[in-house]
C-alpha cells in the first residue's frame, strides 16, 4: 500500500515537472516573439485574452504547473503585463472590445 502511494506520488512530482516546464516554455516562447516583433496584431490579441482569462485561475494554475502552480502566477503576471503594455502600444483596445 505505501508502495503504490510512493508510486502516485513520485508521478504526480514528474507530471509537474514536465507540465511546468512545457507552459514556462510557451510563456517564454510568446514573451520572445514579442520583443522581437514576429507577433501581428490578432496574435497579440489572442494571448492577451488567455492571460487576461487565466491569469487568476488556481484550477488553470494547477493544471498548467502542477504541484509548483504557485510559481505560474508570477510568471503570468509578467506576460500580463507585458501583453498588456503592448495593447496599449500598438492601441489594440479599442479592436479587443468589440
Given at each position: 500500500?505505501?508502495?503504490?502511494?510512493?508510486?502516485?506520488?513520485?508521478a504526480a512530482i514528474v507530471l509537474s515537472v514536465i507540465t511546468?516546464?512545457?507552459?514556462?516554455?510557451?510563456?517564454?516562447?510568446?514573451?520572445?516573439?514579442?520583443?522581437?516583433?514576429?507577433?501581428?496584431?490578432?496574435?497579440?490579441?489572442?494571448?492577451?485574452?488567455?492571460?487576461?482569462?487565466?491569469?487568476?485561475?488556481?484550477?488553470y494554475a494547477m493544471i498548467a504547473y502542477g504541484i509548483f502552480?504557485?510559481?505560474?502566477?508570477?510568471?503570468?503576471?509578467?506576460?500580463?503585463s507585458l501583453f498588456k503594455d503592448e495593447m496599449h502600444k500598438?492601441?489594440?483596445?479599442?479592436?479587443?472590445?468589440?
Amino acid at each position: 500500500m505505501l508502495l503504490y502511494l510512493l508510486l502516485i506520488f513520485a508521478a504526480a512530482i514528474v507530471l509537474s515537472v514536465i507540465t511546468r516546464s512545457k507552459n514556462q516554455k510557451q510563456m517564454k516562447v510568446d514573451r520572445n516573439n514579442l520583443q522581437t516583433g514576429n507577433l501581428n496584431d490578432r496574435q497579440v490579441m489572442n494571448i492577451y485574452r488567455k492571460l487576461e482569462s487565466y491569469q487568476d485561475s488556481q484550477f488553470y494554475a494547477m493544471i498548467a504547473y502542477g504541484i509548483f502552480y504557485k510559481q505560474y502566477f508570477k510568471d503570468a503576471a509578467e506576460n500580463y503585463s507585458l501583453f498588456k503594455d503592448e495593447m496599449h502600444k500598438r492601441d489594440l483596445f479599442k479592436t479587443y472590445l468589440l
